[in-house]
């Protein structure tokens, strides 16, 4: 049967315009409309290394178990540990995320997402900073200009030069590519340099001193000549971006980890965003990130409203506390500062330095996930995940910021539970139930 306008949860592009043909009987999937990534997530509603049923490892070795056996284990765990971890990765929907942060505050718990191993610098930033922002719609109906800082969209966010960034024809962009100019920001030759119209190849991490020469630049000021051998980019060349960005009639900039994960880290993202508010004393012009998972922005407004910190939330106190490099995931396994963790939808295991990693294998540890992963591997207790967008509805928070309901096109294929959020609401009932006892 086929289903369209489908919402892709791969990326934080969350491009709404998926076709998919499921066929139930022979197991198999056409997807139309989707990049190569989204293609191959969608193709896990049919694959046969989908984690289909329940595991605990028992004495060493890892058996099949009933549902209500991995959630009791899971549930003792988590109450007989006096500093669980809790990590509610991106792959899944607001609503699960938010039953598990309740489940985090319960236990007096340390709660983190992807965001602490990548845009977190970006977050920080926008923090000290405040940020000019807009839509992805209102850069594809009115930009003329487009910048990508430190970001390689053609590869990493493969749909979103066509669907907002370059391509498309606006309102005020019939000519879709014709009427932009597109400039580049990026110490590499990567296909989205090759496709623009400047590339601007500065030195591995100069982001800041170019950022802070083109904000002199902008406030009619010479900056000293040393810049050109810091950033490896002609006085000149820097004065023709700012005259371009001054002309054009709405500019609309994208920063990526190449940014935010240099020196400087968030300060570099802080000049950004002041750059960007002094720009829009010449012409409009709008900042934002190219976020890499589906919803790893949705934590971050989730936790922000929730508890009033986007990330690194420590509940050990009875309140929220947040302190990057304190209370953040790596930090916590660094300083062995944690005795057991609960991962849903993230593979935590191999995202992270190998003395955290070890550590978090030697401890007590619960995955909820969809397929076989290092951390899956590692776990003591493996609940199978629900494929959101795809089995369940809920919400993301695309890469604008922009909240986006999705609707399932299939049916959860586990009889104990529709959804993630479903799962957690049965853990945290258990938890309840064993913490009051």
């Given amino acids: 049967m086929v289903y369209k306008n489908i919402i892709c949860p791969v990326c934080g592009g969350s491009c709404d315009d998926v076709q998919v043909d499921l ?10 409309n989707a990049c190569k990534m989204g293609n191959a997530k969608f193709q896990e509603v049919v694959s046969s290394h989908r984690i289909l049923k329940p595991t605990i490892r028992e004495n060493g070795k890892v058996k099949d178990v009933s549902w209500e056996e991995a959630l009791e284990m899971a549930a003792d765990i988590l109450v007989n540990a006096r500093r669980p971890l809790f990590f509610l990765g991106s792959e899944t929907s607001c609503e699960a995320q938010e039953v598990g942060l309740h489940i985090a505050e319960y236990l007096g718990a340390p709660a983190d997402s992807n965001a602490t191993i990548c845009h ?13 922002g807009a839509t992805a719609g209102q850069a594809k109906n009115r930009a003329d200009m487009t910048v990508y800082w430190g970001v390689n969209a053609l590869e990493s966010m493969p749909r979103h030069m066509s669907k907002y960034g370059v391509f498309p024809r606006g309102y005020w962009t019939k000519r879709g590519r014709f009427d932009r100019t597109m400039v580049t920001v990026d110490p590499r030759v990567t296909p989205t340099a090759v496709a623009s119209d400047l590339h601007l190849q500065l030195n591995p991490s100069s982001d800041y001193e170019l950022l802070s020469a083109m904000f002199t630049i902008l406030n009619g000021k010479e900056p000293h000549p040393s810049v050109e051998e810091i950033t490896g980019i002609p006085i000149s060349v820097m004065k023709q971006t700012v005259e371009m960005m001054k002309e054009a009639n709405f500019v609309a900039m994208y920063v990526g980890l190449g940014v935010s994960s240099s020196y400087g880290k968030h300060r570099n993202i802080e000049i950004a965003l002041n750059f960007v508010k002094e720009m829009n004393n010449y012409t409009k012009c709008n900042i934002g990130a190219l976020r890499g998972h589906c919803n790893v922005a949705g934590f971050n407004q989730l936790a922000s409203y929730l508890y009033g910190y986007p990330f690194g939330l420590d509940f050990m106190k009875g309140y929220p506390r947040y302190n990057p490099g304190e209370t953040t995931t790596v930090d916590l396994l660094r300083e062995k500062d944690v005795d057991a963790a609960f991962i849903m939808s993230a593979d935590l295991v191999n995202h992270i330095p190998a003395d955290a990693a070890k550590y978090l294998a030697d401890i007590p540890m619960i995955c909820l996930d ?15 995940g629900v494929i959101d ?27 104990e539970t529709k959804s993630n959020e479903d799962t957690l609401k049965q853990l945290f009932a258990k938890v309840k139930a064993k913490k009051e006892a």
Wanted: with cysteine.
């Fill in 23 to 32: 066929d139930t009987e022979n197991r198999t999937i056409d997807v139309q």
């Fill in 120 to 132: 977190g610098p970006t977050v920080m930033g926008i923090q000290e900073s405040g940020m000019v």
């Fill in 370 to 384: 969809i397929a076989p992963c290092p951390s899956t591997t590692a776990a003591d207790v493996v609940l199978p």
């Fill in 389 to 415: 967008a795809m089995e369940c509805d809920g919400t993301f928070y695309r890469l604008d910021n922009v909240p986006v309901y999705f609707e399932p096109f299939t049916d959860s294929p586990f009889p």
